[in-house]
């Protein structure tokens, strides 16, 4: 009896010190949150109350941020703050400030923040593409490299502007195929857009039927699926669980599958790689790997030829193709304005050539109706993270280095102080009063500073010489056995229209 009452007492006595312990580890783990949360800065910008350990992430809706942001912007103004766990972040709303951050002060927001969710892919500190890479020598590069090539593209050969002719016409010739017949015109686009990237990047084009093409196009879709939502979010800021054993493969397979796929299509080119004779970005991406160590450090190795061609396919395909989706969706809601495009087209260009950028000059309403489905359309309406570079002020408030920026380009795009209808399509906000193309300061769908858009100057020719040519051969109707579609979208990374069928009646 004497023994089990010793060992009740020391019992009770482990049990008191393990809860003073508990106690203590809880306090202490409050503290040292309560201390990675506080901001020691003066007139840094408000927010909503941070919550221990999540921060303020319960007060975005990861779904669909941009419509979070436009709440929050009502209650704490145009520049305020949120906390991803510990890590802070400033959202900018409105033309004015984020012009001021990426134009007036560039540099200083010319950062990205580290993304531990791309570490499975090979992104690290010297892997890091363009698109996504820290701010600096290595940077600025690959880029000027990129846009340079992109640029000389087609010298000696068929020109960039050629080669998408050509397949706008085959884009002509698929949905002619459909013989009246209502369809979705979601893949056939894809597939246009795609292959612009893949003549770009690989030298060849796929056929719209070709298998390899279509799970290609299907990774690359889920891929960005799998980025949106909560808990991609938490990953990026809680690093260590991105490090678990084979979760970030579960979790991002799609990510990992289009990776692979990449690397098949590289290594494949390497085989009948040919130094003196450069068909694509790959072979003057693999000339330059043959410069030395030099060129190593600046970054030409060939993990950054991955990242680099799957940067290409980001910037290049799904934002034109949605673009495009949008373009026609808005053509089958305005008949009217369909039937003004088709005049402006019937009279500068006929039916019968193709059309040329070179005609895009004479074209100011079809100029406008292009650029306000990307404004009306809002692609992009969370562009990508910035981070600043040093220590900064923007418009009173202070924002040290290393925070994560957020610019809310839907609400530069539907700014009320700028446009006259920003939340109706209407062609107009790109026409003065003598009928002639102008653009607003405040249309910014490819963001702006350092880190614009590095595919804006193709996604420009690609919207103009696809949706010309579209319009040119086709009168695009709703099928009599289908509702009026749906004009809000759903957001995956991009802001998409919701499926819809429509009837391409040749002209």
């Keep these: 009896m004497a023994l089990f009452l010793w060992l009740g007492s020391q019992l009770s006595s482990l049990w008191s010190n393990i809860s003073v312990l508990g106690v203590f580890l809880t306090v202490f783990t409050l503290l040292l949150d309560f201390m990675k949360r506080r901001k020691k800065w003066s007139h840094y910008p408000p927010g909503p109350v941070s919550l221990p350990f999540i921060g303020t992430m319960l007060s975005v809706d990861f779904h669909n941020p941009a419509h979070s942001f436009k709440q929050l912007q009502k209650k704490f103004g145009n520049i305020y703050n949120l906390q991803n766990c510990w890590t802070n972040v400033v959202v900018l709303n409105g033309y004015k400030a984020v012009k001021e951050a990426l134009v007036h002060k560039s540099e200083d927001f010319a950062d990205r923040p580290y993304l531990p969710i791309y570490e499975h892919l090979g992104y690290g500190k010297k892997s890091e593409g363009i698109v996504l890479a820290r701010y600096g020598h290595g940077w600025k590069e690959l880029r000027k490299f990129t846009l340079s090539t992109l640029r000389n593209f087609g010298m000696g050969k068929k020109s960039l502007e050629e080669r998408v002719v050509e397949e706008a016409g085959f884009l002509c ?62 990953l990026n800021v809680v690093p260590v669980l991105v490090r678990i054993p084979g979760l970030a493969q579960k979790i991002f397979q799609s990510q990992k599958a289009f990776m692979d796929f990449i690397d098949v299509l590289i290594d494949k080119h390497r085989e009948t790689w040919n130094p003196a004779y450069t068909r694509d970005l790959t072979d003057a991406f693999l000339k330059e790997m043959e410069k030395g160590k030099e060129a190593e450090e600046n970054g030409f190795h060939y993990n950054n030829l991955r990242l680099v061609a799957a940067d290409l396919f980001g910037a290049g395909s799904e934002t034109t193709t949605t673009t495009l989706r949008w373009a026609l969706l808005y053509m089958l809601l305005h008949p009217e304005i369909q039937s003004k495009v088709q005049a402006e087209i019937d009279k500068v260009i006929g039916r019968e050539r193709p059309p040329t950028m070179k005609d895009q000059v ?38 040290p280095k290393g925070t994560t920026i957020i610019t809310n380009l839907s609400s530069v795009l539907k700014d009320e102080t700028v446009w006259e209808k920003p939340n109706e399509f209407y062609p107009e906000h790109f026409l003065d009063v003598n009928g002639q193309f102008v653009k607003p ?67």
């Design 173 to 234: 010739s698929t949905f002619k195929s459909k013989e009246g017949h209502s369809f979705n015109v979601h893949a056939p686009v894809n597939n246009a857009v795609c292959n612009v990237i893949c003549t770009i990047v690989f030298g060849e084009r796929f056929d719209y039927n070709d298998e390899t093409f279509h799970k290609l196009l299907s990774f690359f879709e889920n891929f960005l699926k799998e980025e949106t939502g909560f808990l991609p979010q938490l």
């Design 362 to 399: 004479s074209m100011p309403y079809t100029n406008a109706v292009i650029h306000e489905v990307q404004r009306y359309g809002d692609i992009i309406p969370v562009g990508l993270p910035h981070m600043t570079y040093r220590d900064t002020e923007l418009q009173g408030f202070f924002i």
């Design 441 to 507: 300061d405040a249309f910014l769908p490819f963001s702006a500073g350092r880190r614009v858009c590095l595919g804006e100057q193709l996604a420009r020719m690609e919207l103009f010489l696809f949706f010309t040519t579209l319009l040119q051969k086709f009168t695009f109707v709703l099928p009599e056995d289908q509702p009026r579609p749906r004009e809000d979208g759903h957001f995956a990374l991009t802001n998409s229209p919701h499926p819809y069928l429509l009837q391409a009646v040749p002209r």
